[in-house]
């Protein structure tokens, strides 16, 4: 049964409020809007959640993609042993639905935010990543003030180049600062997570950036090893890569994100041929609201899409994205194009979905041309 949170916890007023009454057509939604296809969705979960189970390790569905609670709700009934979230107050939205396992695949450093994870963790089981003694302390002293256990994992740089320790040394340094906050902080393993290669074009570009990832992590585990740290778990991975980290041998669970919802950036990826196509499961709808002989103006711009990843695509035959401004994007037409007048309503593919949901307080849940549900975006703006 899909959860309805209240206004409090939802924070975006009534209701009545949504862009769609269930029931309706999606010639009816209001625009600017965010749209998925019931079916697509549950095809991509099925798709990837097998491959994974089939390799028999564990999906960890990365909820920073959708941050909406309903979706979450769907994914864990799917099989997924939790979810990933990027910040402390991301989490709460999906613990206030009853997700009873949750990851923060990110440094958390400050007091007030170490707070926030030990106050959380006494209501689910509660993960996060270090790659720095500083964190380790800030959230063991938190842990023990509020009794709790929370699982800590030593982050590693695989690849990516942003966050994770590189050499043995940090890892086995903070490995034994987490041991003197026992039982409030609980070594839980590696995070290895190869971002870059999500995005990589080629399959064999994504093959050899994750047999070095693994590599590097081998070499990890055999150092901990040494030292007297077992590694029982090793978790990564996206929606890019999912099968490899799930092939490896090496990864005991996978954290894909964007795989419920798909976008424009994904799909200039070529495919593996032994992985499953993922299909495009979000859109934007947006409604004409000029044309000219020329052009014609959506009334959707960059506060509706995120375009770190590139401008949108119109699926209507015939017509581009020109450029889009703050409340505006503009499309353009090739010779025999479909002809759009003032009011039609087209569909936009993201150039990239995860901050384009940001932007957004509702998803819209639709089949065979009907408004099936309606999703709030529970976690929108966690920041901290």
Sequence with gaps: MTHHPSISETGLGSWKNAPAVIGAAVAAIDTPALLID???????????HSAIHTAGIAVRSHAKAHKCPDIALRQVKAGAVGICVQKASEAEPFIDVGIKNILITNEVVGVRKVERVARLAALTHMGLCVDNIVQVHQIGAAARRHHVAIDVYIEMDVGHGRCGVISADAAIEIAQAIATYSPALVFAGLQAYHGTAQHMREPEQRIQAIKKACARVKEMIAALGAAGFAVNAVTGGGTGTYELEAESGVYTEVQPGSYVLMDNDYQKNTPDNDMPILKNALYALCTVMSVSPTHAVLDAGLKAFAVDSGLPKITTPGWSVQS????????????GATALKVGDKVKLIPGHCDPTVNLHDWIIAVRNDKVEELWPISARGALF
């Design 38 to 48: 019931l079916d697509a969705m549950e095809r991509n979960i099925e798709e990837v």
């Design 324 to 335: 889009i401004s703050d409340e505006h994007t503009t499309i353009v037409s090739e010779h």
